[in-house]
Nanobody
Framework: VQLVESGGGSVQAGGSLTLSCVAS????????????MAWFRQAPGTEREGVAI???????DYADPVRGRFTISQDNARTTTYLQMNRLKPEDTAIYYC??????????????????WGQGTQVTVSS
């Protein structure tokens, strides 16, 4: 399974960005065709933290710092996962990673719940 993120960049505080993550190579018979996808982020000197999850049933969860500002969604084929980020703040500056769970089952914001990771895309928010 390969995950490729795009859409990062530099914006001023209050601005918006939309990240995309395209999944491919889902051919492993042990890998469920539809599983939870998530966005994580990691700022310099900090641990990678969960931002948003979209579950198998299409429901979503958000970390407290982004709830109400970020929205996770997928296309109908569920191969592309988006993260719409509004009202961005300087503290949102980080490398953003998308992640895919290998097996079915409800995931949490724990990075150990996810097997496949993208290479990351940089988001920089200036004040």
């Amino acid at each position: 399974v390969q995950l490729v993120e795009s859409g990062g960049g530099s914006v001023q505080a209050g601005g918006s960005l939309t990240l995309s993550c395209v999944a491919s190579g889902i051919t492993d018979p042990e890998t469920a065709p539809v599983t939870s996808m998530a966005w994580f982020r990691q700022a310099p000197g900090t641990e990678r933290e969960g931002v948003a999850i979209i579950h198998e049933d299409g429901s979503s969860d958000y970390a407290d710092p982004v709830r109400g500002r970020f929205t996770i969604s997928q296309d109908n084929a569920r191969t592309t996962t988006y993260l719409q980020m509004n009202r961005l703040k300087p503290e949102d500056t980080a490398i953003y990673y998308c992640a895919r769970r290998k097996f079915r089952g409800r995931a949490t914001m724990d990075r150990m719940d996810f097997t496949y990771w993208g290479q990351g895309t940089q988001v920089t928010v200036s004040s």
